[in-house]
Every structure is written in structure tokens, then in C-alpha cells.
């Protein structure tokens, strides 16, 4: 929690540094895949506001790994991780000038967006309306 803190603050040294923290922790307690994983997400956006695209590509390649290994009903539930990582990654290779491959990351993006439910066409009056 106190990476995603820092790294929303944009205090990226700081952030890495309660990320490597975590990692140990989680490492030496065998944690969960999941937790593993968001911290994959916290390290691609590290390499994302630090201009480190390699950075971003080794977060996203952990994160690929990991994937298998987070029981699916979590990852149903929470899309925004997927959505967030390739985000990060597109936007680090967009910075480094790597265009078509920030392309692919920020469009598979997109293509996994849902549709929104259709929008009913009737509407409520507001209080005090006729």
C-alpha cells in the first residue's frame, strides 16, 4: 500500500523502495500470486513515470507469468489490472519512441474494453419538473 501511495504521488524512489520491501516480504512468505502480481503492476508504473520502458517490459513479463497462477475468478473480477499493465507498458514505449509496439499494448487496451449497457431511453423527471 505505501508503494501504490508514493507511485500515485509520483515519488518514485520512494515507491521503489516500499515495492523491493514488499517483494522481500513476499518472497520470503511465499506470497500469494496475486499479491505477486499487483506488484508487477506497481513496478510497471514505476517504469512508466520514470521514462524505463525495459523496466515495463520485464514488469509485464512477470505479470504474463504470474496470470496463470491467479485463480480466474479474480482476474474476471478485477479487468483493471490487465487494462492498468498494458496501459503502463504502452505508455513507457510511447515515451521511448517505440510507436507501433505502444500501438499494440495501448490497443489491446482498447479491444478489451466492454461495451457499455445500452442507455435507457426513458428519463426521470427531476424533482420539481412537471
Do not use: K
Amino acid at each position: 500500500m505505501r508503494a501504490a501511495g508514493r507511485l500515485a504521488r509520483c515519488e518514485i524512489d520512494d515507491g521503489l523502495t516500499h515495492l523491493r520491501r514488499a517483494r522481500r516480504e513476499l518472497a520470503a512468505y511465499d506470497g500469494t500470486a496475486a499479491a505477486r502480481l499487483s506488484c508487477a503492476l506497481l513496478e510497471a508504473l514505476a517504469a512508466r513515470l520514470s521514462g524505463a520502458p525495459e523496466r515495463a517490459e520485464d514488469a509485464a513479463r512477470a505479470a504474463a507469468e504470474l496470470r496463470d497462477e491467479v485463480p480466474a475468478e479474480l482476474l474476471e473480477r478485477h479487468p483493471e489490472l490487465t487494462a492498468l499493465l498494458l496501459d503502463h507498458l504502452g505508455s513507457a514505449r510511447l515515451w521511448a519512441g517505440r510507436f507501433e509496439e505502444a500501438r499494440d499494448a495501448l490497443s489491446t487496451v482498447a479491444d478489451c474494453v466492454p461495451e457499455p449497457p445500452p442507455r435507457s431511453r426513458a428519463r426521470t423527471r427531476s424533482a420539481g419538473s412537471p
